[in-house]
């Protein structure tokens, strides 16, 4: 096979940007040199493409869910951001479209699959993306991480994978954090960088019991605007406010309990360390789909969920769990049996074999 260009799309949220990254990681190990990224100037894919992959500027415009009079210019911005994405191919050349969803990649899929350019999709979450869904037709082969998810693309292209992550560090390579003691019963609880409302009321709601528990290490990542303030209002010996945690793997790894958003990288990445979680999914994610991600979780026994709006009983739920030493070790072995931290490299495969076939 002659060396193909492979150009990817994606962005809008980390979510869609790391799985595209960790797919084009597995290509390049696999022999493939010419890979760039096409995304949206001045953004999150921006910022976190750029500076490992060659990277073009297209505009995109997202679609308003619910408010006609905001989509009623859709049209014609999508028209503008079609002929930006074909400047991109026609400066690149690609012989092939990977695509990860979120509506930054729908031009470059369009315009490629009107052009007769191989395109390969990538769907995180259980329930399908509009992009994703919409550019399926051009889709020589569709990944997703259930069959609840396989259900919203032609089944003949479709195959059921992991979610892709970043090459995740074995446990024995990382240093146990010295927030999370031997001897300890630790829980890791998950805002990402912006925190989580409603994880942090739950947590603050119940800190006085928490803070009770000499046996429990606690790494509490706030968000870095809350928590300051949280910090202030908040103190105990065995609890451990955050804004961001940069070695987010070695908490992973060793803690017993991870409280969670439902975002589809994330989960990917507790079920990759085989991690029981409780998950509060994000109540406003496009078409509930955190809670679908969520659902299919709970419901392989890997998880248990609770909803922001629901009573409060999350360290409840967290309690139970770190006096069931069986419960964990059930739970550990079904996030293990879902999660596939080899799934950047099956898609790949895949991919890299179906170019080679031609």
């Not at 084009?24 to 894919?45: H, P, V």
């Not at 395109?119 to 889709?139: D, H, P, T």
């Not at 009573?311 to 996030?335: G, I």
Request: with cysteine; glycine share 8%.
């Amino acid at each position: 096979m002659k060396q193909k260009k492979f150009l990817f799309a994606c962005g809008g949220t980390g979510g869609h940007v790391f799985p595209a990254m960790a797919i084009a990681e597995s290509l390049k190990a696999l022999g493939i040199t010419d890979i760039s990224f096409a995304g949206r100037a001045d953004s999150m894919e921006s910022r976190l493409v750029s500076p490992h992959w060659e990277y073009d500027v297209i505009t995109a415009v997202p679609l308003h869910r619910g408010a006609l009079m905001s989509n009623l210019a859709l049209p014609f911005k999508l028209v503008k951001a079609i002929a930006s994405a074909k400047k991109v191919i026609a400066k690149r050349k690609p012989d092939v479209i990977v695509a990860t969803g979120g509506y930054v990649s729908l031009p470059v899929v369009y315009a490629a699959g009107r052009m007769g350019i191989p395109v390969y999709i990538q769907e995180q979450n259980a329930v399908a993306g509009v992009a994703n869904k919409v550019g399926s037709r051009y889709a020589e082969k569709i990944f997703v991480t259930s069959k609840n998810a396989a259900k919203f693309f032609p089944e003949g292209k479709t195959q059921v994978f992991g979610n892709p992550v970043r090459k995740l560090p074995s446990k024995e390579s990382l240093a146990r954090p010295s927030e999370f003691p031997e001897g300890k019963k630790c829980v890791l609880v998950l805002g990402g960088s912006q925190g989580a409302a409603g994880i942090n009321t739950k947590i603050e709601n119940s800190f006085s019991k928490i803070a009770a528990r000499s046996d429990v290490a606690m790494l509490w990542q706030a968000g870095a605007k809350k928590a300051p303030a949280i910090a202030d209002r908040v103190h105990a010996p065995n609890v451990f406010v955050k804004g961001f945690v940069d070695n987010v793997y070695a908490f992973m790894a060793y803690a017993d309990v991870i409280v969670s958003r439902a975002g589809a990288s994330t989960l990917a990445e507790i079920l990759a360390f085989g991690k029981p979680s409780v998950l509060l999914p994000y109540p406003f994610a496009t078409a509930n789909h955190q809670e679908f991600n969520a659902r299919a979780v709970e419901n392989a026994g890997a998880a248990l969920v609770e909803l922001d709006d629901e009573p409060d009983h999350l360290w409840e739920k967290v309690e139970n769990l770190l006096a069931n030493s069986d419960e964990l070790s059930r739970m550990a072995k079904a996030a293990q049996s879902l999660g596939m931290p080899d799934a950047a490299d099956k898609i790949a495969k895949v991919i890299f074999d179906a170019e080679c076939a031609k």
